[in-house]
């Protein structure tokens, strides 16, 4: 039996075992056949070398991640120790730092962290409208406005458009008091919450205060003609097919636009068919716009969200070979 001791002198022993040794207790379970065990600032690994050389590495990858980043969440934790190839540990370690799309408060580094997240970059820098499909939880959001705030930085535009269709998913927030900023809030905040991550507090609040970063519902883009900005339609599946033809209308000179969408989570009324279907069918072949499809192993949230979405996709499966078509939408 061989043992290793690895020191966690440069970074906070709470941040590498957890709350409660969270992160610790999932270590171990990775690593069955070793022995770990956590004294202060070191980490004690005995088992056989084969065994220890792999659990390294990754250990190795986590104080790396740790040492630039100073906090690491149990899901990037689990992705760290579930990367078994190079693609999946080069989403987390910059070996090649012109894929961080933006740097973020604290040091936090934005970057596609999936393959087709990567190819959702690529298509964004190849053409002016992206229209990018998938399941929550798969980064769709994020990578657009972190493309948006990339090229807002490197002066590409003068301003980013982000926007969402105010539809009510299965709750009314009409009775809510307050004024319609109050309101309308609410549907936005997924926008607002992603850019918290990539401008500072301070920066952020004079970009809003400007327009220079403008967050509106989809209903006030009507009539606009938006030249020099980097726009992001989100949850586009919640339009219908005037509304996403008037938005794709509004793009002006040296604009670009994401549209991102999730097909089976429709919050419109049974009577009402979603756009995003008909836009990207007969989108598909313009030159200039691209389309990128997400699935669940994009998802980067909980570990159990790809489980769920898996559950969900085998269920409409089974109810369209037995009814014929899906009986709820």
Known sequence: MTEKIINLETVNPIE???????????????????????????????????????????????????????????IYFQQILGGDDTESIDNFVDRNPNDVLVFGPNGKTVRARTQNQKKMVQAADKNDI????????????????????????????????LTRPAVEAGESLGFLPGDLKEKIDPYLRPLYDALDDMIPADKLGYYMSTRTIEIAPLAYMRGRTLDNAFIILDEAQNTNDLQ??????????????????????????????????????????????AHIELNEEDVVRHRLVKAIIRAYEKEKEREEQEYGHSPQR
Do not use: C, W
């Open 244 to 289: 996403l033809k008037m938005f794709l209308t509004r793009i002006g000179a040296n604009a670009k636009a994401i549209i991102t969408g999730d097909p089976t989570q429709v919050d419109l009324p049974r009577n009402m068919r979603s756009g995003l279907e008909k836009s990207t069918r007969i989108l598909k072949n313009v030159d200039g716009i």
């Open 130 to 161: 992206v229209f990018a499909i998938g399941p929550a939880g798969t980064g769709k959001t994020y990578t657009a406005v972190a493309l948006a705030v990339r090229a807002l930085k490197n002066k590409l535009v003068k301003k980013i458009i």
């Open 16 to 74: 590498f075992f957890g709350v409660n040794n969270g992160k610790l207790d999932i270590l171990k379970k990775k690593f069955p056949l070793l022995k770990i065990l956590s004294r202060g600032t070191q980490l004690k690994l005995s088992g056989a070398p084969e065994q220890i050389d792999s659990a390294k590495e990754k250990i190795d990858l986590i104080i790396q991640y740790l040492e630039r980043n100073g906090h690491l969440s149990e």
